[in-house]
């Protein structure tokens, strides 16, 4: 009786595990099971990415949308982000870029006679040559001090300016690409620096802050002009109070 009970047994197992809509069931409810998890983890980096909008922080707000249309494309929620993600990306490029030009500069607070000096200075986008020692880069400065006063220069790491502007002369200023104009400029006779000074130190502020890139074009001791490019878009004007 026993070996009956165990055919009839795996007779009715076998049957079941054949059986195609049994199958089928159980198929669609693993998938529907799986899409609902996709979906669950598309939705919580979909929270992320909602925040860091929200905030404005393009940058990570990228960073979580990039990877939610890239693992699950097909979600709800990437279908939702979808079509203003690339503003985010643009904006995203943007913060970006401005956060290198903020790490161009450098700020620096001094005590001195009669209170603090203060001073923020940016290196030239590329080396200049203006002698035969090599290319080298040039430094454009604005200085705030309590007995001398608001200053913006160049300084040359060797050579020097021509000996004509050690009365005056001229500098050629453009921004943006825009048609350079003149601006007075003078060499200071002393050997303490070899800097150039920019007579109209407000003006050349004004437009360092509303640019992103300056040309200065300058003469130079060993003959003709050289010009330096500053990438001036990230100048944290907070930095030197009063001039704005």
């Known amino acids: 009786m026993k070996p009956l009970i165990l055919g009839a047994l795996c007779v009715f197992a076998l049957a079941a595990c054949s059986n195609p809509e049994a199958e089928r069931q159980q198929q669609e409810a693993a998938a529907a099971q799986e899409r609902a998890k996709r979906e669950a983890d598309a939705e919580g980096i979909g929270k992320l990415y909602d925040t860091a909008v929200t905030g404005a922080d393009w ?9 939610l249309l890239d693992q699950y494309p097909d979600s709800e929620t990437a279908k939702r982000i979808e079509p203003g993600f690339a503003e985010v990306r643009e904006k995203a490029a943007a913060a970006s870029e401005l956060r290198r030009m903020q790490a161009l500069w450098s700020y620096n607070q001094v ?17 200049v040559e203006v002698d035969s020692t090599g ?25 020097d300016f021509a000996k004509a502007c050690y009365r005056a002369c001229q500098v050629k200023v ?12 003078h060499r200071p006779d002393t050997d303490e620096a070899i800097a150039m000074f920019i007579d109209d130190n407000r003006g050349l502020w004004r437009q360092a802050r509303k640019a992103k890139v300056i040309e200065i074009e300058f003469p130079v001791q060993a003959g003709g002009t050289r010009k330096a490019v500053f990438e001036v878009g990230g100048l944290d004007g907070s930095q030197m109070p009063n001039w704005d």
């Open 135 to 159: 290319p080298k880069q040039v430094n454009l400065v604005f200085r705030d001090h309590p007995e001398w006063k608001r200053h913006a220069y160049l300084v040359l790491q060797s050579s």
């Open 111 to 127: 005590p001195v006679k009669g209170g603090t000096q203060r001073s923020a200075a940016i290196l030239s986008k590329d080396r």
């Open 174 to 185: 453009s921004v943006d690409g825009a048609p350079a104009r003149n601006m007075a400029a």
């Open 59 to 67: 940058e990570r707000a990228r960073i979580h949308g990039a990877a």
